[in-house]
Structures are given as C-alpha cells and as structure tokens.
C-alpha cells in the first residue's frame, strides 16, 4: 500500500522559512506526478504547487515566487520550500501523488490517486 508521510511542519515567525518533506513508500517519486495542498481552518483545500513525472512544475499564482516544489529521488521524498511566509500560509500541508507517467503537472486535486496525512504550518505575526 502506498504511503505518503509529511514532515518538516512546525511553527515560525512572519517572514521566515520552512522546508517541508514528503516521503514515499511503495511509490517511486522519481518521474511521478505529485503536488502539494493546504487547507486552512474554515477553508477549503487549495492548490499550492504541482510537478510531472519530467519536472515541469506549475504553481498557484498567488504563491508563485515565494514556494518551490522540488524532488529528491535518491531519498524518495518530495519537497516544498516555503520562503518569506505570511500568517496566511497557517495551514495544514499536504502531499499527493497520481498513478503513471504525465508530461504536465497538474493542481487539480482529483487527478491525485494518494494522500498524505497532512504536517501543520503555523505562522505567527
């Protein structure tokens, strides 16, 4: 069965950095489509960032410049690094990751086959 287990969440100052990590098992990341999501309390889900099994990625425009997606095939785990956040990042983080091999990243959740449980980010003014 496969597992997707977060990590690196925790509380920080406005202005600061978090790395969060996304480690796989039974599911190779290497050319894998995955994504990350948040949810705030109250919220909805929301897209944050997407890569395909090539590495092209794709971001929520609101977020672009501030979050990077990336992948450390050697450690099967997908990351998100979070710089310059906001207490409007608070949230709890996700990571997803589709069946096959896609040629475009995608922030449409439903095209994601696993989830993870979610690590909590928590930014403080």
């Known amino acids: 069965q496969v597992q997707l287990v977060e990590s690196g969440g925790g509380s920080v100052e406005a202005g600061g950095s978090l790395k969060l990590s996304c480690t796989a098992s039974?599911?190779?990341?290497?050319?894998?489509?995955m994504a990350w999501f948040r949810q705030a309390p109250g919220k909805e889900r929301e897209a944050v960032a997407g890569?395909?099994?090539?590495?092209?990625?794709t971001y929520s425009d609101s977020l672009k410049g501030r979050f990077s997606i990336s992948r450390g095939d050697a450690e099967n785990t997908l990351y998100l690094q979070m710089n310059n956040l906001n207490p409007e990042d608070t949230a709890t983080y996700y990571c997803?990751?589709?069946?096959?091999?896609?040629?475009?990243?995608?922030?449409?959740?439903?095209?994601?086959?696993?989830w993870g449980q979610g690590t909590q980010v928590t930014v403080s003014s």
């Open positions: 997803a990751a589709a069946r096959g091999f896609w040629t475009t990243a995608t922030l449409v959740a439903s095209q994601y086959d696993y």
């Open positions: 890569i395909d099994s090539l590495g092209n990625t």
């Open positions: 039974r599911y190779p990341t290497s050319n894998a489509r």
